[in-house]
């Protein structure tokens, strides 16, 4: 029987010391730091908004705008 070698599996914990890392993932990591606590923003989801279709019209003080869901499913806001 032929022993084939694997590298080592890495833990979810890192161990290394932070200047061994990739400089790159410090600066993710730096990004994803945790920040004062922000209020919860209301959620509305743009399907319900257009009723099922792919526009609606969404009025804010005195003036008319255009949501549209494109066939790529990005929002466009227009006014």
Known sequence: ???IDRPAT???TRTDP???R???EARQTRL???GPQVPSLPLH???LLTEGG???RIALDGQVYTL???RQGKLILTK
């Open 10 to 12: 890495r833990s979810a």
């Open 32 to 34: 994803r730091a945790p």
């Open 54 to 56: 792919d526009m609606a």
């Open 18 to 20: 932070p200047e061994s």
């Open 68 to 70: 549209r869901i494109t």
């Open 45 to 47: 989801d743009a399907r």
């Open 22 to 24: 990739d400089p790159r």
């Open 1 to 3: 029987m032929q022993m």
